[in-house]
């Protein structure tokens, strides 16, 4: 697809994270996402199986904003590259990781999850991070906080967010976008309830316009 940057998943609002065990599944969560609304998937590399749905949707969705999530190495920078990655998340703040997707021309957003952290990704020239794990680092008060002796950084907080907390986290003005697995729930997709899936894509959609 055509080059992205991360203004793109701020256009989004919502970045649906996605845990999958088979590509054919991400295929029909990426479709479901869009049918909703929300054309946009990260796909995370703890799954032998996220190579290839990566790929799959990269391949067969070019409608679809894809990236690849859960990266904390160089080598796996170069495979979600190389499937198709238009994006890279990591849960953490890796300089080998943050410079290779430089060297690939991906947009990067490490996850920062302190004020040193958040220190060394403006060190590395970055104006977005990941804020992981939100939820447990206090929420909304948390990004608050953060955002406080850093004018002009953006968050992207995941972690335990839901439909019911997004908004809160949306409300921010820091706030560039908010992630989360809650719109492509394991349980859904074990069922095959794609069709739930779209409704949540579309609430998400609505709770990051309002
Ligand atoms: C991630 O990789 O960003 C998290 O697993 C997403 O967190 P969630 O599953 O609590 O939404």
Do not use: N
């Not at 190495?73 to 198709?84: N, R, W």
């Not at 238009?86 to 300089?95: H, I, Q």
């Amino acid at each position: 697809g055509a080059p992205v940057d991360l203004s793109d998943l701020g256009t989004a609002g919502v970045v649906p994270v996605l845990v999958v065990d088979d590509a054919a599944t991400g295929l029909r969560a990426a479709a479901a996402l869009a049918d909703g609304g929300l054309p946009v998937v990260e796909v995370t590399f703890r799954t032998a199986a996220a190579r290839d749905a990566l790929a799959a949707v990269a391949a067969e969705r070019p409608d679809v904003l894809v990236g690849a999530g859960t990266v904390i190495t160089a080598a796996q920078v170069d495979a979600a590259v190389d499937a198709g990655a238009r994006f890279v998340v990591s849960p953490g703040l890796s300089v080998a990781v943050v410079e290779r997707c430089r060297e690939r021309g991906v947009p990067v957003l490490p996850g920062v999850a302190t004020a040193t952290d958040v220190i060394t990704a403006l060190d590395l020239g970055l104006h977005a991070v990941k804020l992981f794990p939100a939820s447990v680092v206090g929420g909304p008060s948390a990004v608050k906080a953060l955002s406080a002796p850093f004018p002009g950084l953006r968050f992207v907080p995941t972690g335990g967010i839901d439909a019911s907390s997004a908004g809160d986290y949306l409300a921010l003005p820091s706030v560039l976008a908010v992630g989360g697995s809650w719109m492509v729930e394991k349980s859904l997709l074990a069922a095959g309830d794609f069709d739930e899936v779209a409704r949540r894509a579309r609430a998400a959609v609505e709770a990051a316009a309002a």
